[in-house]
């Protein structure tokens, strides 16, 4: 089966740039997405189509793609932002669309 | 408002049944597919099941086919997950999410595209003895 990589922990100071990677054979050649899940909340999609931000999440929240990995950037990081954040994207052929990576919990320090 | 409320979490022993269900509101509910994620204790997202907007196009992930069944009622606005043959493995917390899917043209290629981009609250299923 399908699976995406992600670091299961970083950590940054307030005020830096925390950088939060995901590596997958296919993400050349399907979109990345990425969720944010503070403890004992639901899931809130951060970024879409491996760069797009939703309407109400802050412009510090940016994603990029290389190659097969997707980076999830967080500029300025503040206090609120520690939690986990989740990647998912498809299998190369797009049949299971919806797998996720493993997590990474990003610690504010 | 974009809502979900998911309902019917509770504890059930192993072998046993439950269904669950998800209320959406805000949003025309018939226009999306839906989907099924689960969180176990203390561990990352895990997409049990989606569905297609009319029903006609259903997956399972392989932890749960054979043993759970997603369905939808569009005249009520509701998604539900009914789950036999549970398994310690099964307790979790269980999201439903709305899913935003279609395709992209470019001058040489196409990309699809799926993500969840709202999310219920979540109810928990535990299964133990």
């Known amino acids: 089966s399908y699976e995406l990589t992600q670091p299961p922990s970083v950590s940054v100071s307030p005020g830096q740039t925390a950088r939060i990677t995901c590596s997958g054979d296919a993400l050349p050649k399907q979109y990345a997405y990425w969720y944010q899940q503070k403890p004992g909340q639901a899931p809130v999609l951060v970024i879409y189509k491996d760069s797009e931000r939703p309407s109400g999440i802050p412009e510090r929240f940016s994603g990029s793609s290389s190659g097969t990995t997707v980076t999830l950037t967080i500029s300025g990081v503040q206090a609120e932002d520690e939690a986990d954040y989740y990647c998912?994207?498809?299998?190369?052929?797009?049949?299971?669309?919806?797998?996720f990576g493993g997590g990474t919990k990003l610690t504010v320090l | 408002e974009v809502q979900l409320v998911e309902s019917g979490g509770g504890l059930v022993k192993p072998g046993g049944s439950l269904r669950l269900s998800c209320a959406a509101s805000?949003?025309?509910?018939?226009?999306?597919?839906m989907n099924w994620v689960r969180q176990a204790p203390g561990k990352g997202l895990e997409w049990v099941s989606s569905?297609?907007?009319?029903?006609?196009?259903?997956y399972y992930a392989d932890s749960v086919k054979g043993r759970f069944t997603i369905s939808r009622d569009n005249a009520k606005n509701s998604l539900y997950l009914q789950m036999n043959s549970l398994r310690a493995e099964d307790t979790a917390v269980y999201y439903c999410?709305?899913?935003?899917?279609?395709?992209?043209?470019?001058?040489?290629?196409?990309?699809?595209?799926?993500?969840?981009?709202?999310w219920g609250k979540g109810t928990t299923v535990t299964v133990s003895s």
């Open positions: 569905i297609s907007s009319s029903s006609s196009y259903i």
């Open positions: 999410a709305r899913e935003t899917s279609g395709i992209e043209y470019s001058s040489s290629s196409h990309y699809y595209y799926y993500y969840m981009d709202v």
């Open positions: 998912q994207s498809a299998d190369s052929s797009g049949t299971y669309p919806w797998v």
């Open positions: 805000g949003f025309t509910f018939s226009s999306y597919s």
